[in-house]
């Protein structure tokens, strides 16, 4: 019984984060479809001005500059009516915890001297000491305030904005037309292996009857690997042959036309002087 449990819990608990992946990317592109304040706005003002907020905030000097940033996304996503508890959850689930990984050497003077503000260890003979500066938690605050902040523009951008029209922006504003492409091709078919991934665990699940051993869900494990590796080895070519059947000559084409309207050079005004004035105080 001891050995059925844990592989009845793996499987159950990929099957549950594959379609958790799968229903907020669905859930992503609803509310790009909805019609709030950025939603509104033409893709190309969107993202000369979350490219001039994200420049602000990375060489802002003053922590105060960076929180009224991200304060300010705040009602900005209220008024795109993006669900709040989804979009702080995005943010500041995971964020914290691979930023602190990188962030928390600095806080201790072996790496950030300065005026202790706790003291860890203190030994006498033989010589040792550790604390945690005054400096350090400084700079460790900018590192997490900083990547925060810049973490919840992007979301906001990428949550408002229809991904196709989003790479049609790029195209637009001269990004080149390879990393255009394959950012698209990456972005598209990597929840089709994911779906591939997904039937996979669940056939699986629904052939597996009484216990298996942990050698033998390895195997199964390590031989899945290789079919989805062969699936998506057979799917590029594909995909590919498909779209040269289709017209595609290196360049992709979006049905919808982006056009400048007066609200969008107000508001990438607005972006553009919010990351001026934040450039200016963050100095």
């Known amino acids: 019984m001891s050995n059925a449990k844990p592989a009845r819990g793996f499987i159950e608990k990929t099957l549950g984060d594959i379609t958790g992946a799968l229903e907020q990317t669905l859930f992503a592109e609803e509310i790009a479809r909805q019609g709030g304040l950025l939603q509104s706005l033409d893709p190309r003002a969107k993202l000369v001005g979350a490219l001039a907020l994200l420049i602000a905030i990375s060489v802002s000097q003053n922590l105060r500059v960076i929180v ?101 922006a790029l195209r637009v504003l001269r990004v080149p037309q390879v990393f255009v492409l394959i950012l698209g091709m990456t972005y598209r078919y990597i929840y089709v292996l994911l779906h591939a991934a997904n039937n996979i665990f669940l056939a699986r699940r629904s052939r597996v009857v009484g216990r298996v051993s942990s050698a033998e869900n390895r195997r199964w494990l390590a031989a899945s690997m290789g079919v989805l590796f062969a699936k998506a080895y057979a799917l590029s070519d594909d995909v590919y042959l498909a779209m040269q059947s289709r017209g595609f000559r290196g360049e992709a084409q979006v049905m919808e036309t982006l056009a400048w309207r007066g609200v969008d050079w107000l508001w990438l005004a607005v972006f553009l002087a919010v990351a001026a004035g934040a450039v200016w105080l963050g100095h």
Not at 153 to 168: E, G, H, P, Q, S
């Open 68 to 168: 009224a940033l991200y304060a300010l996304t705040l009602p900005v996503a209220y008024a795109s009516r993006v669900p709040m508890g989804f979009y702080l959850k995005r943010v500041w689930v995971f964020m914290p915890f691979f930023t602190g990984v990188v962030a928390l050497p600095a806080l201790f003077n072996v790496f950030t001297p300065g005026a202790p503000l706790v003291t860890l260890i203190d030994l006498a003979s033989p010589r040792v000491y550790l604390a945690i500066t005054q400096p350090g938690v400084v700079t460790a605050a900018f590192l997490l305030l900083r990547v925060g902040a810049s973490v919840s523009i992007a979301v906001l951008l990428i949550l408002t904005t229809r991904w196709t029209m989003l790479l049609k």
